[in-house]
Every structure is written in structure tokens, then in C-alpha cells.
């Protein structure tokens, strides 16, 4: 890491795969004002459902990404061959379904990490493919990531990937919610009443070589990841978490609110998020620039959105006008925002992208178009920070069952926290092994926002994705409780963490095969880059009665 | 009423993983949410399992229910009613 670093993140080739069709099928739809979401008999809601031609011995969720990927690579020189060039994936739940055949027997590619170096092998992928499963801002998170390994300089090309598939599992997890509308989602409208699901894949090529850029130009100009630090599941009151997570980007990016053109927000449809968004919005200065939702052409692709929305965003800019939000037609939220109804000229080609997801993460991205005031190269003018291990704590193992050795743990603390006992027991083994790691040393000297948590595991949350596919199956007439499916994330116990210590910086889950250290790199590349101040990093692993955490705590070296 | 009173503490703890909670620190009375029992919106989702499991009693929405999930007593006053 050198203390002046110019290079510029473009857009390559990007491609996409929704209900609507292909990108230009799903943009020409939208620009008509046409929704692609249809009632689903298996699952009994509307839903944005695919189409998929399978292929040979890979999976619905594999053959949707090698598609994408061939699409997005035929286009372009750049090889997943070449070791300048990293594959990042990004999926809340991958192969899940395939949990429905055995239950208690988990197949090796219900494991993310299996299913992703079986499509990085097919391209002949030079480097281990990079997983993040952060929960519905996975797609932006991706992107997040990406940046900074490539401002970092260790690849030259990115190739990010988003892809989710529905499932029994999905579906009835969000019914259990009751976060699911009865009629195709109504972003920020007045009678909105939840979310539509959808099924989608996109693939993005990032590029620091502008010779290998799409014309028109687009950078990725900036982004960030932040945790509202207040509950798992429900949206934050105030909308600061999203607030810090667009402020830290369109600082990134050098940008102000008046260089923005629109926002491309996240906008299930619940009451909540859309009303927490008008709050960060407002917050943000961006309240009265043209905004609009695409969840009711295309349903919530979770892990996929991220990923589509961007491409999708790209080709907005590109054409100059954005199109309406489907479903909105009046707004009752406290905070008035200029939600798009149907297509809108823009004057500014620069958009910020937003998403906001269980576990109480945000992510929000800065999309700079050509014709924008500077599209020099971008000067990281900052001194590269020093960073100190200043405790490590690993979890030992112990003779006795899980769940009496967690017990005896938290009794130990002396404290009464009734939250402990509903968590995940993934989300224990953490909690005891962070109260210990900031026991040697405490960050209540940090500000929240400068705090953060990155951790790596290879089941993300197959333990707690066990328990809900075994409710699931049961078929009972109440349906599956909503307090198992939380944790069918793994970043929702990052979650938790950030929740009791405050942590309102980036929170980050990737999925690996072994602990190759990743985790506690990118803590140190955030640090370096003056993007935290500590962090919390390592390895989260819990299976089956199993565990092994291992942690550290960076911190950044003040002169 | 006092025997389903009981019972539906018994399901809170249980349902609720309200560990080291008994049936008698649960005040009948007190609410249920926020401060005492610390219930969250997860919770209320799991209470509407709770009336759907054993009393037959389906609501839609927890905003609907906020009244009658005030207390142990709100609750079981509203089940009386509707039980099936």
C-alpha cells in the first residue's frame, strides 16, 4: 500500500437475468411501465420467478450464474483465468433447497464455498473465488468489496456476480415475517403491505484499465457498508445507519448532493423499510432527488438485487432518464422524497444506490457517469494508517455439550442479558468469544461508526438453516417461527455483536473453505485506508454441536 | 382465567426461550414489550404462533395486535374471547 494511489474503478460488460428477461428485455419493459411479477402457485404469493435451462451436473443456482458469467466474459478480454482478475460472488442462500432431500444431512453443495469454486473452475478461475453472504445488501456489499481490493492494487479486474433462487425455505421464512404483500409490493406507496420475492442473477465486470471500460464511462466512484446497531430484524427509527453508510460513500466518491441524479433505493414495500429509508434520505440531503424502487417490475432478488439494481441503474444513466417505480402511485411517508411514478429526464449523471438488510447492515454505492464534473483519475491522497493486533481470543473447545459449556460461559460473565438465550447458538459462541477478546482490550474509545466486524466462516448459517428446513418440512398449520429464520443468515450474528458493542462501521461476512486469513485482511485494508479505526476480525464457525472461533482485534495506530 | 393465565406463561417461556424466567416473575399485568421481559418484534411474531398453536386463533399482523399483547392478561382476556 503505497500513501497516493491513482486508479480509477469502471464498469466493464454487465449483464442480467430477471423475470423480465435479459437487460435490455427487463429495461424496455420497465421504460414501458410493464411488472414482471406473477402469481406462484408452489409458494402461494406473487413472485418474480425464471425460467432456467439447467445445465449438466450443475445446479438451478450454478447453471443462473455460469450463464451470466459467459455472458458477461464473452464480451470482454478479460479471463477469470488471469491472476489479476478476482471472481466475487455474492448469494444469501445459494443451494439451500437442496436442504429439502436430507435435512439432517446437509450435502457438501448446500456449503456456498462448494458451489462457487465449482463455478470458478469452470472458467478456469485463477484465484479462489471470493463469497459474501450478507444478507440482502450482499449484491452493494459486493461491490464495496471489490473497490477496496482494487484500490489496494493486488487485482487489476473484478468480476462481481449476484445470484438467489427461491425455495420453500425463502418463502416461507419471509411469510413468517409477514413481510410478504398479498398483490404484487408497492414500493413507498401509501397501501403498501410487504415485499414480493424474486429470483434473479447479475454479473458486473470492474475494470481499472479504462481501455477495457464500456463506453459511456461509468465509475464506481465510491461506497460503503455500515450497521444500524439497533435490532436484527426490524429497520432502524431513525435512519442514521443508512444516513452514514450514503454519507461515507458520496465522501468516498468527493461528491455532494448536488451532483447526485437519483437514487436507486432498496424499496421492499414494508412499512418499515420504506418509511426508515425517507428518514436517511432526508437526512442525507438527497430527499428532493429523483428516486425510484425496481422492486415491482422484479420482486426482491436478495442476494441477486444488489447486482441487478446496479446494471440496472447503469443503463438509467446511460440513457439519460430513470424510470417510474411500479405499483407507487401516493406516498404516506413521514419524510417526503421525490419517488419517481414514471419515467423522469435526469440532469446529473451520477447515482447513488442503496440496500438495507436483516442483521442491521446498509450498504450504498456511487455511481459517476461520464459527462459529470470530474472523471480524472481518482487521487487517494491519504497517509496509509498503521495498524495493531491488540488482543486475540480463540474459544476453547470443551468435553462438554454445546449448549451446558455456552451456559456456564455466559453465567461466568455475571451479567443478565435475557437476549442471549434467543440467540443463534452460532450468535453464543460469538457473543462469549467477543465479551472475551474486549475484556484484554475494550475500543469504547472509538466512535461507533469507526468500529467494525468482519468474519469469515465456511457453513455461513447452515446450523440455524438445519432447524428452519426442519420446521419447514413439518408442514405445520402456524408456519415456521420467524425467530429461527433470522438466523439463516450468517451476518446476523455479526449482527448481534454490533448491537451490543455499538458497532455502526462495516460489518462483512464472507464464506471461505478454510480460514485462509481474508477476513483479517480486508480488516487491515480497511484500517489502512482510514475506513475504521478498529475492527473486530476472524473466524466464525459453528455446525452440528461443533465450533471454532477465533478472533482478533485490530486497531488502527494513532500518532 | 387464572389457569389460563398459567398456561400461557408457560408458553411464553417456553416458545419465547425466556430461560431463567419463571411463571411467577412474569407479572400478569406488566407489559409485555420493552422494559420487564424485554419482548421485541420477533417476539410478537412468535405470539401470534403461540394463539395460531394452541387456541386456534389466527391474526394477520402484529399492528393489529398491539392492544391485546399489552399483557399476560390483555392476552389471555382476548383469548377467552376468540379461543376455538
Redesign the interface.
Known sequence: MVGKTEVNIYIGTTSIYTCLGNKFETLAAMNRGRGGLSFNKQFSMFTGSLEVEMMETYTRFESLMIDQLIEVLSRTNIKLSDPSVQLIISTTKGNVELLEEDVDHPSERTFLYTSAELVAARFSASNPPIVISNACISGVSSFVVARELLLSGRFKHAVVVGCDVLSGFITSGFASFKSVSEKPCRPYDAQRDGLSLGEACGAVVLTTDISRAVSPYIRLAGGAITNDANHISAPSRTGDGLFYAIRSAMAEAGLSADDIGFVNSHGTATRYNDEMESKALALSGLNTKPLNSLKGYIGHTLGASGVVETVLAIEQLRQGYIVGTYGFKESDLPHPIAISSGKQKITKACCVKTASGFGGCNAAIVLEGSDSAKLTAENHNILPQKVNVVAKYTLPQSDMAFADYIRAEFKQLGESNLKFYKMSDMSKALYIAVERLLAIEGFSEIEPTRRAIILANRSASIDSDIAHQQIVSQRLPEGPSPAVFVYTLANVSAGEMCIRHKIQGDNTFFIENRDSGLAEDYARLLIARDRADAVICGWCEYLKGKWNVDLKLLKKIFD | MEQLIGELKEHLIEE??????TPEDIDSEAPLFRDG??L????A??I??IL??YYGIKL???AEAKPIFYSVKTLAEYIMKNRK
Open positions: 419465547l426461550n425466556l430461560e431463567e424466567i421481559l424485554g421485541d418484534s420477533i417476539d411474531l412468535e401470534i404462533l395460531e398453536k394477520s399482523n402484529s
